[in-house]
């Protein structure tokens, strides 16, 4: 890459950042608190779980039936994804990794493996990058067509997870090199929910690494917005376009 390339690609990462900074504080008000606030951190105000019993008692219903069903209609090529695993290289099928779920109640998530048994990260504080020698040929073929995540659907069924959700962090998750908890206060309030497989983030097209901080806070300003406008209505929008953007690569909601 020629020192020009650099130089537009760093004009172009500050200019967004300032841009996102601008559009986020706007969104969410920031609380102060009588002090200087970090120029890198992001406050957002408190957040309620809903009070709507019966919608989610109807979406809890939707997830057993949704993850039953789609374990029923993929069980071939979960079946097939298996083997392959098996055959590429030494090591379990499935991956555990404790994740951090609703009121902050850990669990844990199951995943297709797609990384060499002895590279594993099961902390998953370390995340993944470009090229990520950890990950098998299978593997980098599982996270681009997101197969590996079709175990959740068991995650889904014992009610560790939803089918729409914030996605589950690992604990002390690091985005930007800091984590999650320190970067955005007020991160808590995404666990007021369920995780999802998919969430309003995603629906977005928020996914993928995030070492720039301005991506991190999106996500967790996404799924705030997600808990505090929750019904069974944006659910199915987030689903729709979810396997929309899985079809054509599409974003927004």
């Known amino acids: 890459m020629t020192e020009k390339m650099i130089l537009q690609q760093s004009a172009a990462v500050a200019v967004e950042d300032s841009r996102l900074?601008?559009?986020?504080?706007?969104?969410?008000?920031?609380?102060?608190?009588?002090?200087?606030?970090?120029?890198t951190n992001f406050y957002i105000n408190p957040a309620n779980a809903p009070d709507m019993p019966a919608q989610l008692a109807a979406k809890r219903g939707m997830d057993i039936f949704g993850s039953?069903?789609?374990?029923?209609?993929?069980s071939p090529l979960m079946l097939l994804v298996a083997i392959l695993i098996k055959l590429e290289s030494k090591g379990p099928v499935f991956f555990r990794q404790l994740r951090?779920?609703?009121?902050?109640?850990?669990?844990?998530?199951?995943?297709?493996?797609?990384?060499?048994?002895?590279?594993?990260?099961?902390?998953?504080?370390?995340?993944?990058?470009?090229?990520?020698?950890?990950?098998?040929?299978?593997?980098r073929i599982l996270r681009k067509t997101n197969l590996d995540e079709l175990p959740q659907l068991l995650n889904v069924l014992i009610g560790d997870m939803s089918l729409v959700g914030p996605r589950p962090h690992v604990p002390d998750m690091l985005a930007a090199g800091r984590t999650y908890s320190d970067l955005?206060?007020?991160?808590?309030?995404?666990?007021?929910?369920r995780p999802g497989i998919t969430g309003l983030a995603q629906a977005r097209g928020?996914?993928?690494?995030?070492?720039?901080r301005w991506m991190a806070i999106r996500r967790i300003v996404c799924d705030v917005?997600?808990?505090?406008?929750?019904?069974?209505?944006?659910?199915?929008?987030?689903?729709?376009?979810?396997?929309?953007?899985?079809?054509?690569?599409g974003t927004g909601l």
């Open 21 to 39: 900074s601008r559009t986020l504080s706007a969104r969410l008000p920031v609380q102060n608190n009588d002090r200087r606030a970090d120029e």
């Open 68 to 74: 039953f069903l789609g374990l029923l209609v993929l």
């Open 100 to 139: 951090t779920g609703i009121n902050e109640t850990p669990f844990e998530i199951l995943k297709f493996r797609s990384m060499y048994t002895d590279l594993c990260d099961n902390s998953g504080v370390r995340q993944t990058i470009d090229n990520d020698p950890r990950i098998t040929p299978l593997g």
């Open 184 to 193: 955005v206060q007020g991160y808590e309030y995404r666990h007021l929910m």
């Open 206 to 212: 928020l996914r993928g690494p995030t070492g720039h």
């Open 225 to 249: 917005e997600y808990v505090r406008n929750f019904s069974l209505l944006l659910d199915i929008k987030i689903i729709i376009r979810t396997v929309v953007n899985e079809l054509k690569g």
